[in-house]
């Protein structure tokens, strides 16, 4: 759930961008999210796709129907923008930093055509298990995919 604006201590940069997208080059928006490349790009394409809506981190989310879906939606939005851009490219990757190893306090996916530039950029984007670091889109959908219901 989105914190009042009250309540957060400054400003959200995503934020001003999600509200304001003529301050950013915005790739994609629809009322769900917005597309734009990452300022300090870490490899050959490298976008972030986040929520209009504001959502802290991955540990917001929850095995309910919204947050799966949105997750999907920006996984769906990231892939299609990276294929249209960069469609030479052999490896895409496409995740989300874990806190405390996520530098905006706004969920934002990670949208990569490989390779990282320089390669050393590739640790700031790996996995560290159960301390979190960085986890793969796919993965976290996994996790919060919603437990079908049984109807009796």
């Known amino acids: 759930m989105a914190a009042p604006a009250a309540l957060r201590s400054s400003p959200c940069s995503f934020c001003q961008i999600a509200r304001s997208p003529a301050s950013t080059r915005v790739l994609y928006t629809d009322d769900r999210v917005v597309a734009f490349p990452d300022i300090k790009p870490a490899a050959f394409r490298h976008y972030l796709v986040i929520p209009v809506e504001h959502m802290s981190t991955v540990k917001d989310l929850?095995?309910?129907?919204?947050?799966?879906?949105?997750?999907n939606h920006m996984l769906k939005v990231g892939q299609t923008l990276l294929l249209k851009d960069a469609p030479c490219s052999r490896l895409y990757r496409f995740g989300f930093h874990q806190p405390p190893f996520n530098s905006v306090n706004h969920l934002h996916l990670h949208c990569f055509?490989?390779?990282?530039m320089p390669r050393w950029k590739q640790l700031k984007y790996t996995s560290l298990g159960p301390l979190g670091g960085f986890i793969e889109a796919e993965k976290l959908l996994d996790q919060i995919k919603p437990l079908p219901t049984v109807n009796s």
């Open 113 to 116: 055509a490989l390779p990282f």
């Open 62 to 71: 929850k095995k309910r129907d919204e947050d799966y879906d949105l997750v």
